[in-house]
């Protein structure tokens, strides 16, 4: 007994630990967005802001275009996450019922794809993209995200697509059911969980990526967020701490507030699909 309390009251500790070690860059960030320069350039930090002030949020605002780059990452994110669904989700349905040489090909190339970093393709893709005239443009660094997003958003869907029992399906038929009446009543809606997942993973790594709009975007109307915080960087290295901290927590804040919303509906689409089977 004591054993066992022991062993729990240890894996609390290290949750705990574990949340204050992801949790304190952002609650630093958050702090250092408030702060005045005077208290920036202290020797002494502390947590929270003697004197707050909102300085840091206009300055930033007014030195760099922030919501049109919100805008370019929103329409990239969001066509990224809507294009990498569609394609996926059919895909993998049909790598989880029909196991063959081709399924096992494609999960081969899911895994593999992931081994390649950034660099070994940057090239290539930017020959593509200037051929097809998508060089500096959003629709072009869409098409990136979504081939970049798609084998793992494939990988995640085979699995919730395998978790569905095929019982399911074969009683629709049996019931008079035609394969795409089954697919769309019956299957869809245990995959819900599952599309919703992977169209947050798809957004959240379209929101937040750097490398891609670095070198495919070039005018400043064009570029993304992340791009953008680059900006309050000097020729020299020296950051505009205030206004890069205050444009930082701006731009963190859509992922936490889609991912607060959507894991609910995670959980919810979780327990409606058990009730339904």
């Known amino acids: 007994m004591r054993t066992g309390r022991a062993a729990r009251a240890g894996q609390y500790t290290a949750l705990v630990a574990y949340l204050v070690f992801l949790a304190f860059p952002f609650l630093w960030l958050v702090s250092t ?56 989700t059919p895909m993998a349905y049909v790598m989880a019922r029909h196991r063959g040489t081709l399924s096992r090909m494609a999960t081969g190339w899911v895994v593999v794809s992931q081994a390649f970093p950034f660099v070994l393709v940057i090239i290539p893709l930017f020959l593509v993209l200037k051929n097809l005239r998508l060089i500096n443009s959003v629709p072009g660094l869409i098409m990136v995200y979504v081939v970049w997003a798609l084998p793992f958003a494939l990988w995640m869907l085979v699995g919730y697509v395998r978790a569905v029992p095929v019982e399911l399906e074969e009683a629709a038929a049996v019931d008079g059911a035609g394969r795409l009446r089954t697919l769309v009543s019956v299957t869809a809606p245990l995959l819900a969980p599952g599309i919703v997942a992977t169209a947050l993973f798809a957004f959240v790594t379209a929101w937040n990526e750097f490398f891609f709009a670095l070198v495919l975007l070039k005018t400043p109307e064009k570029q993304t967020l992340p791009v953008v915080l680059t900006h309050f960087i000097g020729a020299e290295g020296v950051a505009d701490l205030g206004p890069l901290a205050a444009a930082a927590f701006l731009a963190t804040l859509p992922s936490l507030v889609v991912f607060a919303l959507i894991q609910r509906r ?9 009730v339904k089977s």
């Not at 995670?266 to 058990?274: D, E, P, R, S, Y």
């Open 33 to 88: 967005a408030f702060k005045p320069a005077r208290e920036l350039s202290s020797l002494h930090p502390t947590w929270i802001p003697e004197n707050p002030t909102l300085r840091n949020f206009r300055q930033a605002f007014d030195e760099q275009p922030l919501l049109q780059a919100a805008l370019n990452s929103l329409v990239a994110a969001l066509g990224a996450a809507v294009v990498a669904v569609v394609i996926a």
């Open 266 to 274: 995670i959980t919810g689409g979780m327990l409606a699909g058990a």
